[in-house]
Every structure is written in C-alpha cells, then in structure tokens.
Nanobody, 126 residues
Framework: QVQLVESGGGLVQVGGSLRLSCAAS????????MAWFRQAPGKEREFVAS????????SVADSVKGRFTITRDNAKNTMYLQMNSLKPEDTAVYYC???????????????????WGQGTQVTVSS
C-alpha cells in the first residue's frame, strides 16, 4: 500500500523556519516528480513547489520564492521543503504529492498528481 507521510509541521513565530519532510512507502518514487501544495482555512488548495524526478528542475510559487526550497533524496524516497522567513500567510495544511506519470518535470497543477499525503499543519504566529 502506497503511503505518503508528511512531518515537520508545527507552530513557529514570524521569521522562523521549518523543514517539512514527505516520506514515501509502499513503492519507489524515484522516477516521479513530486510537489508540495497547501490549503489555508476557507481557501482552495494552492501550489507551493515541485521537483522533477531527477531533482534537477524545480518550480516555486511566486509567494514563496526566495524563502522556500524544495529538494529530494531518492535514496531515501523522501522529499523536503525548507521554509525560511515564514509569514502569517504561510499558515496552512501542507500536502505532498506524487506525479501521475513517471519521468515528468516539475508540474504545477494539482491535477497532475495522483498520490497525496494527509497533510501537516504549519502555523505562523505574529
């Protein structure tokens, strides 16, 4: 059974940092692009960052550019999101996702992703 488990969320003050992890189990996703999305209360799920299956290509939403970095370790079947200079508007549940098809680039649409984690809460307090 395929599982994606996010961890690393929590409560942090404005300007602080968190590192999210997404550990995959049940199969190997080293040939699949992966991504982070987030959903704040009352808002739609939005793209945060994605990374190609090789890790050579990444895409980051304008709202987090320069503050968030996405990486992956295929040997560990794990993806990461380093979040720095956090703002109150970053408060959301963060989800990791895996592409529908192998050997893809860093896609931006939720539709392109098939496997999803349960999410981890990130709260930035002012």
């Amino acid at each position: 059974q395929v599982q994606l488990v996010e961890s690393g969320g929590g409560l942090v003050q404005v300007g602080g940092s968190l590192r999210l992890s997404c550990a995959a189990s049940g199969r190997t996703f080293s040939s699949y692009a992966m991504a982070w999305f987030r959903q704040a209360p009352g808002k739609e799920r939005e793209f945060v960052a994605s990374i190609s299956w090789t890790g050579a290509s990444t895409s980051v939403a304008d709202s987090v550019k320069g503050r968030f970095t996405i990486t992956r370790d295929n040997a560990k079947n794990t993806m990461y999101l380093q979040m720095n200079s956090l703002k109150p508007e970053d408060t959301a549940v963060y989800y990791c996702a895996v592409d529908r098809s192998p050997y893809g680039g860093s896609r931006l649409r939720a539709y392109d992703y098939y496997y999803w984690g349960q999410g981890t809460q990130v709260t930035v307090s002012s």
